[in-house]
């Protein structure tokens, strides 16, 4: 067992932790809103080749993640078991990234899907070299079960803070409407302007939080000094442990679920704000910013909200719940034909009204799982008697991925069956068309958040628990 670390945080070690986010608010805003579409509008790959390089990219993943986390468990330096690989990610992070959104001119389609297996692959892999020893720290900070709630919350609004920049910067400065390009996303040439700003912003942010938490390394726990060699057979092992946990179990399924189907919801958002409710690319920019502020107010209340609802779960059911009610509420509005007519400003508003007040659940159930994920990590000490954060983490790595990889899948699946062509208009597109894509995004997402629900449900480690496990840990 190990000796309890330190519960009190100065706000400079939190908000330098948190700032680490936003890369991957960056990267996930990233993936899930504009891939999809930049490969199958602009660049004309089709919507199965899009959905098997990702595919493809998701099962190097769920090789990848655990061996990162293993690895980073065991690992002995003087900068401690995280801060070397944080440091060690920034700058092949920020190079994937780049080179994801900017392919070379020419290429056929089959070169353009070897270039989006290819980057798709090394930019989520070295994400996971930075982010799953980041995201471990939130167990290492803290051992304080409101504390490690608090970490997950502010990393939840810089999250948001990252998102927000995409939106922003990305609708308002880099895909503006031409002449040539009255739809801006639909501008090539706007794609590595955009990649190279984003990857700086990687960059930076991943400098920071490994620099900014860099002297909290020696309160750190360093783990088990007769833990065995790093191999592949211990993280098999390791992962059969965590498996072997039901709460474990439920958490990553729960993530898992979610992100497949917020993965769908933002993939298909710029198709149905445009197609469906046909707002104008300046309207659907006003209305992306509104929603991650929607995420940043939830996860600032994750916090309050925990002292009320004593149990995790509680609160992550209900974050789910508040998610599939106003996020669908307009579009199954728009099916009984009690929404306002498609362009009409009143629908317009509903669906950023919508939008923000969904986001709010976002926000909440995200740091709930981070936060779930840390109390895990001592139900394991409890058992095997080793920190294995990484592990965890790895777990909940790929569990966030998925808002850029599954989703993508299945959204990749729904443009085909919808027989959604390139270059797309409200004058070209079937109204059959249009219909496919509103039972996905609206019965569908219910449909999804519900079996979300079920695997959250079997989540079973109390607060009550947790106390008696930290008190045990902590030799009391």
């Known amino acids: ?34 891939l999809l579409f930049f490969y199958n509008q602009v660049l004309g790959l089709s919507g199965f080749l899009a ?17 990162i986390g293993a690895w980073s468990d065991g690992f002995r330096h003087r900068w401690g078991r995280r801060h070397p690989f944080m440091y060690a990610g920034a700058i092949p992070f920020a190079l994937c990234f780049y ?4 392919p070379p ?55 948001s803070v990252g998102m927000l920049m995409v939106f922003l910067i990305g609708l308002q400065v880099f895909f503006e409407g031409t002449p040539e390009f009255p739809n801006g996303q639909l501008n090539p040439a706007a794609y590595p302007q955009f990649a190279l700003t984003f990857a700086l912003i990687i960059f930076a942010g991943v400098v920071l939080t490994a620099w900014g938490t860099h002297s909290h390394i020696p309160h750190l726990p360093q783990g088990n000094q007769e833990r065995q060699p790093f191999s592949l057979r211990q993280v098999v092992n390791e992962a059969l442990m965590a498996f072997s946990l039901r709460s474990f179990r439920s958490v990553v399924l729960t993530g898992v679920l979610f992100g497949m189907t917020m993965g769908m919801v933002s ?38 909200l925990g002292r009320f609802f004593t149990e995790k779960k509680t609160l992550l059911i209900s974050g789910l719940l508040w998610y599939a009610g106003w996020n669908t509420l307009p579009i199954i509005l728009s099916l009984f034909g009690l929404a306002p007519e498609p362009g009409d400003p009143a629908l317009f508003y509903l669906v950023m009204i919508a939008n923000a007040i969904c986001s709010m659940g976002i926000g909440v159930l995200t740091v709930m799982m981070g936060s779930m994920i840390s109390d895990i990590t001592d139900q394991h000490e409890e058992r095997h008697g080793d920190r294995s954060e990484g592990i965890y983490f790895a777990a909940s790595s790929f569990a966030a991925k998925a808002i850029g990889g599954f989703g993508i899948v299945i959204s990749g699946v729904v443009v085909d069956l919808a027989g ?57």
């Open 51 to 67: 959905s098997l390089a990702i595919v493809i990219a998701i099962v190097v993943d769920a090789i990848s993640d655990p061996i």
């Open 420 to 476: 959604i062509q390139r270059s797309a208009t409200v004058e070209t597109i079937d109204p059959a068309s249009l219909t496919t894509l509103a039972l996905a995004m609206g019965p569908g997402v219910l449909c999804m958040i519900g079996v979300t629900i079920i695997a959250a449900s079997f989540y079973d480690l109390s607060a009550a628990e947790h106390a008696r496990i930290r008190s045990l840990l902590a030799g009391d």
């Open 99 to 102: 080179c994801l959104f900017a």
């Open 1 to 34: 067992m190990t000796a309890d670390i330190n519960n009190v945080l100065t706000w400079r070690v939190r908000f330098m932790f948190a700032v680490g986010q936003i890369p991957e608010g960056v990267q996930s805003t990233s993936f899930g809103f504009f």
């Open 105 to 159: 001119e020419v290429m056929t389609e089959i070169q353009t899907f070897l270039w989006l297996v290819s980057f798709a692959v090394l930019t989520r892999t070295t994400q996971s070299v930075y982010s799953i020893p980041h995201t471990s720290l939130t167990a290492e900070l803290s051992t304080d079960y409101q504390e490690r709630t608090r970490l997950s919350s502010l990393r939840g609004v810089l999250q």
């Open 267 to 304: 993939a298909l958002s710029i198709y149905l704000g445009t197609l469906y409710f046909e707002f104008s690319l300046e309207l659907i920019g006003l209305s992306f910013p509104a929603s991650v502020l929607g995420s940043f107010i939830g996860a600032g209340l994750a916090t309050p």
